[in-house]
Nanobody, 115 residues
Framework: QVQLVESGGGLVQAGGSLRLSCTASGSIFRIDAMSWYRQAPGNQRELVALVTNRGTTNYADSVKGRFTISRDYGKNTVYLQMNSLKPEDTAVYYC?????????WGKGTLVTVSS
């Protein structure tokens, strides 16, 4: 069984920065991709950033140039560095690992950006 645990959320003022982390534990032999999603109240969950096992990254247009996804396969960990945060970035952030074609989700960490 694979478990994902996120950390690093919190309250920050607009223009500030946060770094999210997500670490997986359990039976992990190959990670195909790691990604971050977010869900704001009343909205659908949306993809924020993704990194594949080849290092290819993809970002939502709304975060390009402000957020950076990175990973440490040795630690089964993915990071999301968030800079120049805006109130509209407020949401619960979830990590997702694709392992052998199966998706595993964390429980989420709340990011609140005050204006």
């Amino acid at each position: 069984q694979v478990q994902l645990v996120e950390s690093g959320g919190g309250l920050v003022q607009a223009g500030g920065s946060l770094r999210l982390s997500c670490t997986a534990s359990g039976s992990i032999f190959r990670i195909d991709a790691m990604s971050w999603y977010r869900q704001a109240p009343g909205n659908q969950r949306e993809l924020v950033a993704l990194v594949t096992n080849r290092g290819t990254t993809n970002y939502a247009d709304s975060v390009k140039g402000r957020f950076t996804i990175s990973r440490d396969y040795g630690k089964n960990t993915v990071y999301l560095q968030m800079n120049s945060l805006k109130p509209e970035d407020t949401a619960v952030y979830y990590c997702k690992f694709q392992i052998y074609g199966d998706n595993y989700w964390g429980k989420g960490t709340l990011v609140t950006v005050s204006s």
